[in-house]
């Protein structure tokens, strides 16, 4: 069995040798840009890290592991168009660099990339890894569609937030997994709890991630702590905190957001937070996926010793600092 | 054999038929509302028409012929927004009626859908579809780019040029037709002639677009006679132009590219191209590109009364009005 670290570094040296046409530069080059920007290459990682779990070929499920990672930056290309955001990992995006038209266009081919990687799997499984790379694609795009309507909707329940995040961060890490357990051969059950378990650590990652951008520590978080705040984003916090405040508080709370001295609304939202408890609320929200992910682990029959790596990794993203 | 009107119901009866998931509604109805604008059917018609011809299984070819179909129509809506085009087959386009965002994730989630339909056909053959398939999207997207390149060039070849709408226009038809080959199992040599054969089609059928544009029947075009002259599109026409043109009409030329009273700009560029000849000079090299593709035809052993009809329709494809 591979320790993760030895199964990241595989592909920290996989993603830097894919090779792409050298022609149109234009098109091309972006992609090269994205894919080598760094980032926690978590979905690749756990591609493997499910192969390796099944005792699968570690090896062979890297054209599906480099597939994961080429769609989550198309995905990247093209929701920071939408969001017009002019950062991705404190550089430029590619629509900034390259202009949107050529960033419609280079994610375009980088979806057809991933493609061109996953038909390098074997032919055996190939239609079951098809499909789950087709249906973790389809929820992505679709959690995409819903986070964008959300942010001219009022009466976003926080059900529909949870699948809102589902979709659009939780299915990947679920079905990355899945793929892992598709080519190690595991069996129709277990590549379900799999992605069961990659599903439920997704949504309590995400949680963690809107917890973060108010409490995490601005010298190691790498984004701008508050973002969240300061662009009224709904997340987990916010609408519990609508859901639970008084009505005197909701009116302080509608006032905040559209405040305009930023360090101010920070300060006042946070505040709310602190008296509704909110993000003790979170926190409980997020170990229940958690919970939920290690429930489903326990179901698969793999030997504990197998599990223990993904047993740790889980517990660290949960305690991660950015 | 079927006849290619029987194929083409084929295509029209199976597409409206296509589901897609009902929610969200507003990445979804995009779909929907593009597929079903209408258009000549031609990419999806030559999957079926290249199946028959090899005595393949027409209806295991639909999923691929979808696929085709699907994938073209997700290229129009993100050629659209690039292009910042209003009208599509005489509609509004999908980024005008939804925004360009929503535009671009209904774009993205279509190629997900060809890629489903896709991995529907036989398993016998799958890897074989996905390798044609991908590598047509990818050719597609490279004449894209290049397209928008050429807009901003001053330099642009006749032999780029062609390369241009061969990546953009006629690898599709190419890929189309390799796909209904490896469907119906035609051997590789065989796979390769009816893809030069589409290919050489598909650099025709552009070629003939390009006179149209000046020369159609206002009537019977469907799109504004002379659009291309207004734009100031480098197309074939106006490329040779270029070449041909003494100093002196290159002056008048450069004068009328920039003339904004259009339908003088229309008829003066008109008329240089008479002066020069150069629909006939186009007209032979779409001629040149309809012998190459039938000396392809030619070379596939078939026997000639299932070619009968291939042979009528891409001639009757040259002599269109629209």
Not at 117 to 125: S, T
Not at 291 to 307: E, G, H, Q
Request: overall charge negative; hydrophobic content about 40%; proline content about 4%.
């Amino acid at each position: 069995m591979y320790t993760i670290p030895e199964l990241q570094q595989l592909i920290e040296k996989a993603i830097p040798a894919i090779e792409y046409p050298p022609h149109p530069k234009n098109l091309y080059d972006p992609i090269t840009y994205i894919m080598n920007l760094g980032g926690k290459r978590l979905r690749p990682a756990l591609v493997l890290i499910a192969t390796d779990l099944f005792s699968g070929d570690v090896k062979a499920a890297m054209p599906a592991a480099l597939a994961i990672e080429t769609f989550h930056n198309f995905t990247l290309i093209h929701d920071d168009i939408m969001d017009n955001a002019p950062l991705r990992r404190g550089k430029q995006t590619v629509h900034e660099k390259w202009g949107v038209n050529n960033a419609i266009l280079s994610g375009d081919v980088m979806m057809v990339e991933a493609n061109k990687q996953l038909a390098q799997v074997n032919a055996e499984v190939l239609k079951d890894v098809l499909n789950t790379f087709n249906a973790t694609a389809q929820g992505v795009c679709e959690g995409q569609q819903l986070d964008m309507e959300f942010e001219t909707r009022d009466d976003v329940s926080i059900p529909e937030y949870i699948n809102m995040i589902r979709l659009k961060t939780a299915v990947l890490v679920g079905g990355a997994m899945q793929l892992g357990a598709i080519i190690s051969r595991a069996n129709v059950a277990e590549t379900e709890l799999i992605f069961d378990f990659g599903e439920s650590l997704g949504i309590a990652f995400q949680l963690q991630d809107d917890i973060l951008d108010v409490y995490g520590d601005p010298d190691k978080f790498g984004k701008q702590v508050g973002g969240d705040i300061i662009s009224n984003k709904k997340t987990f916090l916010l609408l519990n905190l609508q859901q639970a405040a008084t009505a005197e508080d909701q009116e302080i709370l509608k006032k905040q957001l559209s405040n305009t001295d930023l360090n101010s609304k920070i300060s006042a939202i946070t505040a709310l937070y602190e008296k509704y408890k909110i993000r003790e609320l979170a926190t409980r929200e997020m170990t229940a996926y958690l919970d939920k992910a290690f429930d489903a682990l326990d179901r698969i029959s793999v030997p504990d010793s197998r599990k223990a790596q993904l047993i740790q990794l889980s517990k660290e993203l949960m305690n991660r600092e950015n």
